[in-house]
């Protein structure tokens, strides 16, 4: 199936630990992105990267280092967990040079920090 | 600053009835305005986009109405029906590689049947 995937669905861990969350996307797009979902479903977009290249990086604490090893693929690692960090990420990507500019975004990952 | 501004947060609406959400953005570069719709457990899922060159755009039930001067957008769920029950966020950007999508804030409908 095309689509945006990723890894883990749920993530539950302990303050200060360090974790890695997965996407994969098999769109063919050039840009991925991350977006964080706060408890009120607020949707923030945290970074993107067009072809491997960072574009945007919003004003995320540096715990977060997003990496993207080609342009299918955006993971995004968190050091030092704190309870603030604990919502709902969710990856998308698009393709901005064509008419069909809309994103696709994966089901998310549920991270909760206790 | 919030650059796009979604109203009513949440909406009850009756099966058959129209469920009609407003946004109103700042930015005057932003030339792409979609439509999200997002069940519980779910990614957003694109539903319906406009480009400011058109001032209706019609999809089954579902139509954006985009008033360019008063830089307001607007969704329109005809016959709306218990399945229509999520989230709704309206979005705009500048269709280009390095920009992103700011999203509203949501509004959360029922459709009571």
């Known amino acids: 199936d095309t689509a945006v995937s990723q890894t883990p669905k749920y993530l539950v861990t302990q303050m200060g630990n360090d974790k890695s969350i997965k996407c994969e996307q098999n769109?063919?797009?050039?840009?991925m992105y991350w977006y964080k979902q706060d408890s009120k479903k607020f949707l923030k977009i945290m970074f993107s990267?067009?072809?491997?290249?960072?574009?945007i990086n919003e004003t995320v604490p540096n715990r977060f280092s997003p990496k993207s090893p080609d342009k299918a693929h955006l993971n995004l690692h968190i050091n030092s967990l704190e309870l603030g960090d604990s919502a709902v990420y969710f990856c998308?990507?698009?393709?901005?040079?064509?008419?069909?500019?809309?994103?696709?975004f994966g089901s998310g990952t549920r991270l909760t920090v206790v | 600053q919030q650059q796009v501004k979604q109203s009513p947060q949440s909406l009850i609406v009756q099966k058959g009835g129209i469920s009609i959400i407003n946004c109103a953005y700042e930015?005057?570069?932003?030339?792409?305005f979609p439509w999200y719709q997002q069940f519980p457990g779910k990614g957003p899922a694109l539903l319906i986009a406009?480009?400011?060159?058109?001032s209706e755009k019609k999809e089954g039930r579902f139509t954006i109405s985009f008033n360019k001067s008063a830089k307001q957008f607007s969704l329109h769920i005809m016959d709306s029906q218990p399945g229509d029950s999520a989230t709704y966020f309206c979005?705009?950007?500048?269709?280009?590689?390095?920009?992103?999508?700011?999203f509203g804030k949501g509004t959360t409908l029922s459709v009571s049947s």
């Open positions: 990267y067009n072809n491997k290249e960072l574009i």
């Open positions: 769109l063919g797009h050039d840009t």
């Open positions: 406009i480009r400011p060159d058109v």
């Open positions: 979005a705009a950007s500048m269709a280009q590689a390095g920009t992103a999508l700011i």
């Open positions: 998308a990507s698009s393709q901005p040079s064509t008419a069909n500019y809309g994103y696709t």
């Open positions: 930015n005057t570069a932003f030339d792409y």
